[in-house]
């Protein structure tokens, strides 16, 4: 039996990724890199972060994030 994969919604500003004790916020998204703050708990303050799109969507689909509305 074949899995059906379902991919990944594009990576937007805005966006807030939700993991089991931690989120993501996505803050700028380039061609290639994107700018993102992973916050853990309630605090709401964070650094600011850059990665690689293709790197980041694995490490969304890697701990099963969950986009929230």
Known sequence: MQKKRIPLPPL???QVWQM???HVRIGE???TLVHYKLLKGDIKRGPIRLLGKPALQ???KVHKAVLLP
Do not use: A, R
Request: a neutral charge; charged letters at 35%.
């Open 29 to 31: 998204v380039g061609k």
């Open 58 to 60: 694995k490490f969304l």
């Open 20 to 22: 089991e004790d931690s």
């Open 12 to 14: 937007q500003p805005g």
